[in-house]
């Protein structure tokens, strides 16, 4: 394995959690597809900087990290609502253009 690249399984979803405030927040779900745990966590990082920054705000971002193309398929597959999907191209297991493929042409069947 590479220097700097976490492989974890594919069941290994974290989620930063969204907090509670008596007025409505629109949330916004982002999905984080890296393997590289040390880019997860710089993402998560900026995610959460944002949260704190909006916390006054009516948006929040509802964070959930994957480490495999297997794992965004999983994700891809158990909802759709997604507002935003960071994608790493060179995944180890399936490349990132491979999987948006496969979305497109769930798409179209």
């Known amino acids: 394995m590479e220097p700097g690249v976490s ?4 069941e290994e979803i974290s989620n930063a959690r969204v907090p509670q405030r008596g007025k ?4 916004l779900k982002v999905l984080i597809a890296e393997d590289e745990r040390f880019q997860r966590e710089a993402f998560a990082a900026l995610f959460e900087a944002a949260n704190r920054r909006l916390a006054s705000q009516a948006i929040q971002f509802d964070l959930t990290q994957v480490a495999s193309a297997t794992a965004t398929l ?3 597959a158990e909802t759709t609502n997604w507002q935003l999907v960071l994608l790493d191209v060179f995944l180890p297991d399936l490349c990132g253009t ?3 493929q496969a979305q497109l042409g769930s798409l179209e069947g």
């Open 7 to 10: 492989r974890t399984p594919s």
């Open 24 to 27: 409505k927040i629109a949330v």
């Open 74 to 76: 999983d994700m891809l």
């Open 98 to 100: 491979e999987i948006i």
